[in-house]
Structures are given as structure tokens and as C-alpha cells.
Nanobody
Framework: QLEVVESGGGLVQAGGSLRLSCAAS????????MGWFRQAPGQERTFVSA????????YYTDSVKGQFTISRGNAKNTVYLQMNSLKPEDTAVYYC???????????????????WGQGTQVTVSS
């Protein structure tokens, strides 16, 4: 079982920044590709960003390209999501998730990920 725990959420004004962290434990972190998803009230959980096992090949949903940056530190078993120029529509619970590095599954779908954190709330006020 790979455990993942998110942190770094909070309340921020529009235009502000937050950095989310996701700490993993229980298995070899570099055996997993990582992703961030978000879920706004009453909406489905949707893909935000993903990164491969070594820190390459970052992917982003179109709405956050140029605004969010994903990175990982395998020595610290942690993946990060730097969020800049935040907008009220970025308000959601943000989830970190892990999928096996060589699964061949799609990086942007919820079912591709085996392990999920509890989520961290991000609220952007206008």
C-alpha cells in the first residue's frame, strides 16, 4: 500500500499562490507516476497535472497550463504542485494520486490511479 498525504491548501486571494505537497510512504516512490486532480462542490473529480516516475513528462489540463507547475523530489518521496495566479474557479479539493510507473494507463483519468490521498482544500476568494 502506498500512502499519500496532501498538504499546503488554504484560503488565498485571487492572484495569489499556493504550493501543494504530497508526501508518499509505504512503497518505493520512484515506482509510481503521480498526478493531481481536483473536485469542486457538486462536480466530478477532474485531472489537473501529472508527472512520470523520474520527474519528466509533465502534463497539464489546458486550463492550468502556464499557471501551475508540477515537480517531484524522489529523495524526499514528495510531489509538488506550484499554483500561481490563482482564480476563484481554481477553488476545489485537490487530490494527489499514484499509479504504477509502467502501467501504460492514461495519465489523466481517475481509474488509472491506484492510491489516493484525502485531499486538501484550496479556496480562492475574489
Amino acid at each position: 500500500q502506498l500512502e499519500v498525504v496532501e498538504s499546503g491548501g488554504g484560503l488565498v486571494q485571487a492572484g495569489g499562490s499556493l504550493r501543494l505537497s504530497c508526501a508518499a510512504s509505504g512503497r518505493t516512490f520512484s515506482d509510481y507516476a503521480m498526478g493531481w486532480f481536483r473536485q469542486a462542490p457538486g462536480q466530478e473529480r477532474t485531472f489537473v497535472s501529472a508527472i512520470n516516475y523520474s520527474g519528466g513528462s509533465p502534463y497539464y489540463t489546458d486550463s492550468v497550463k502556464g499557471q501551475f507547475t508540477i515537480s517531484r523530489g524522489n529523495a524526499k518521496n514528495t510531489v509538488y504542485l506550484q499554483m500561481n495566479s490563482l482564480k476563484p474557479e481554481d477553488t476545489a479539493v485537490y487530490y494527489c494520486a499514484a499509479r504504477p510507473a509502467y502501467s501504460g494507463s492514461a495519465y489523466d483519468t481517475v481509474p488509472s490511479y491506484d492510491f489516493w490521498g484525502q485531499g486538501t482544500q484550496v479556496t480562492v476568494s475574489s
